[in-house]
Every structure is written in structure tokens, then in C-alpha cells.
């Protein structure tokens, strides 16, 4: 049986916007967030708080949480490596922190600079500040299914660090096909593999759609009793370390998808449709969205 309803988490002032050849501006990234903001969106990834030498993009988020107009019902998310990047998420009043490990030792190395198990070392420190902020935190696991790097993932290795962020207080755990490889049977044992470590109810979706694969696999996690899946206006996105993959399903053809299934997710599409015109002008780039640009006619 499908859920009835589904958590939209938005990620394209984020994922979307890490990889640009030039980075957004300051007040491009504000007026996205405040668009995204107005849509019905509960939950927006809004920035990151990572080293400016890997990410450049992102420099700059604390600007940008400090100047957006913030909704009372919308939870606005950091992505935080280390302890320096907590702390700075907490200064600059994100609600929430995201931390990413892989499942793949390649890309580790590559993203962060360390091992797997080093990684979960240093989040240890990052998940005791949170708590003693009462600072809600997220995790990430990339490379579910393959890597750029590695190549192909076992369901077993993204059960293990699945298993150790939601150990470490992780409420969720969002699981990244970051090449965008997957195909509906390999995700349904990646999730099956993680189902035996945490329940389906503290697991989400996190599809890049390189191969055009992202909604079929939603539909199959949403067959497993998943009902959080991460997406991008626009179709933006993609990981700087991860060449090659593709932006992030888009949000649109999510919310389309979901109408579809008579799945609440309290999103407008109008309003979504309004952010991502916006963010596609700004840009000037064309959506990645078959929702968007079919509705735009
Ligand atoms: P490192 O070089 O090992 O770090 O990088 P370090 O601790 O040795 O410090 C080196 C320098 O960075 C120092 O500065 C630090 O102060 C500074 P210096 O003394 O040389 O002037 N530094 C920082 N600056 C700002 N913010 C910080 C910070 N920490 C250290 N938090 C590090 C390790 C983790 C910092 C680096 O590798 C990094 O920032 N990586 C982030 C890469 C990234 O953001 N990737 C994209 C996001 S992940 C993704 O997209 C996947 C996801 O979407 C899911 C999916 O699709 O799979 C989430
Ligand atoms: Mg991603």
C-alpha cells in the first residue's frame, strides 16, 4: 500500500545550486528560498557550511539564512561536515543540520577528505553539539547504489552506515543514489537491506535522475513504505564530486507524480512553478523538469 501522504524535502537551493560553473549570488539564492518558502514546502535545504576551497558555491550561507524570510511551519536545513560547520550553522540560525557519509570509500575520500569510519568519528562531536542545542539533524548516505569512483555498492555497505548515523541520532536518514544509477529492483534491496538495520519510516529518497530513473524509483521506495523523498526545483542539481551525475529528480514531476497517487504533500504547484521560472531565468538555463516545461506551454 502506497502512504497517504509524503514529506517533500526541497534541496535545490542546495544540491541545486552547489555545482553551477558560477556560483548564484547571494540575493539569487535569498529570493529562491523565499519562493520555495511560499509554496507549501515543510522542510528546504537552504545551504551549506562546508570548506569554500571544495564547495565555493556555498560560500556565503550564512548570508543567506540571515536574510531570508523565514515561515514559521518551514524547517530550514544546513548541511554540515565537521564541528566548524556546525557551529556556523548554529550562528547562523539554521533550524536543522543535514551530515553526509558514503557508502562507498572513494567518494568519501573525494566529498570529505577522509574514510568512512573516520567520517562517522568526526560527526560524533558534531551530533554532541547539535543535541545540546536541541538542534533536530539528518543524515545523508551516498553512492547507494554505485560510485564514480568504486563502482558498484552492495545494499549491505549502505545498510551498515545507514545503521550508524541513525545510532548516532540522526531522526532521518536520506539515502543518495548521487550517480543516479539506480533502477527500481536495486533500490527496493538497497532499501529492504537498510529496512532490517531502521525502520522505512526514518529513510528518504534522494534520487539523481542521470539515467532518467528517479521517478520509477521513487514509486518503488513509496511501494516499500517510504514517504520522504528530497528533490530539486527544476530538476538543479548535482555533486561536484560526483562528475558526470545529473541533477536531482525535480520537484514538479514529483508533486505531479504524487497528485496522480492522491498523495497529500500540502506542496502548490503554482507556486513551485513560480520558483523554478525564477531560478531557470536567473540561471539562464532551461528545466530539467517535464512537469515544469509541459505546464509553462
Ligand atoms: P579538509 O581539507 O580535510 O579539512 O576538508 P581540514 O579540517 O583539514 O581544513 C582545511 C581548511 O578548510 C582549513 O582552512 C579549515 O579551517 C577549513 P585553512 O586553515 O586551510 O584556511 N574548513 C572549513 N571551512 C569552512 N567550513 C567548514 C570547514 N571545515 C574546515 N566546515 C572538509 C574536509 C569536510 C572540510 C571538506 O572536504 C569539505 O568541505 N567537503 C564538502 C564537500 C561538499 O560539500 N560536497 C557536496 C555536498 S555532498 C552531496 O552533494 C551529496 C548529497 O547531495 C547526497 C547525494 O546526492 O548522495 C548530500
Ligand atoms: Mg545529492
Do not use: W
Not at 242 to 247: D, I, M, T, V
Not at 277 to 285: A, E, P, S, T, V
Amino acid at each position: 500500500m502506497l502512504p497517504e501522504s509524503v514529506r517533500i524535502v526541497e534541496v535545490g537551493a542546495r544540491d541545486g545550486l552547489q555545482n553551477l560553473p558560477t556560483p548564484a549570488s547571494s540575493e539569487t539564492r535569498v529570493e529562491l528560498v523565499n519562493l520555495l518558502s511560499q509554496s507549501g514546502l515543510q522542510h528546504i535545504e537552504t545551504g551549506s557550511f562546508v570548506s569554500s576551497d571544495y564547495v565555493p558555491q556555498m560560500a556565503g550561507s550564512d548570508q543567506v539564512f540571515k536574510t531570508i524570510k523565514r515561515q514559521s511551519d518551514v524547517v530550514y536545513t544546513a548541511l554540515t561536515p565537521n564541528l566548524r560547520g556546525m557551529e556556523d550553522a548554529l550562528k547562523a540560525g539554521a533550524d536543522e543540520a543535514a551530515v553526509f557519509a558514503s557508502a562507498s570509500e572513494g567518494f568519501s575520500q573525494k566529498n570529505i577528505n577522509c574514510s568512512i569510519a573516520e567520517s562517522l568519528k568526526r560527526f560524533e562531536p558534531v551530533m554532541e553539539l547539535a543535541k545540546q542545542n536541541s538542534m533536530p539533524v539528518r543524515g545523508y548516505v551516498s553512492c547507494i547504489i554505485s560510485c564514480p569512483y568504486d563502482g558498484a555498492t552492495t545494499p549491505r555497505q549502505v545498510a551498515e552506515v545507514t545503521k550508524a548515523l541513525y545510532q548516532m541520532g540522526c531522526y532521518e536518514v536520506s539515502l543518495g543514489d548521487t550517480v543516479g544509477t539506480g533502477t527500481p529492483l536495486r533500490v527496493k534491496r538497497v532499501l529492504e537491506a537498510c529496512c532490517r538495520e531502521v525502520s522505512i519510516r526514518h529513510l528518504a529518497a534522494h534520487y539523481h535522475n542521470t539515467y532518467g530513473q528517479a521517478l520509477a524509483n521513487i514509486y518503488a521506495s513509496l511501494e516499500e513504505g517510504l514517504a520522504v523523498v528530497d528533490s530539486a526545483v527544476a530538476g538543479l542539481g548535482g555533486c561536484p564530486y560526483a562528475p558526470g551525475a545529473s541533477g536531482n529528480v525535480a520537484t514538479e514531476d514529483v508533486l505531479y507524480l504524487m497528485e496522480g497517487l492522491n498523495i497529500t504533500t500540502g506542496v502548490q504547484m503554482n507556486k513551485l512553478l513560480e520558483a523554478a521560472n525564477f531560478i531557470c531565468h536567473q540561471l539562464g538555463i532551461r528545466s530539467h523538469s517535464n512537469t515544469g516545461l509541459a505546464l509553462n506551454k
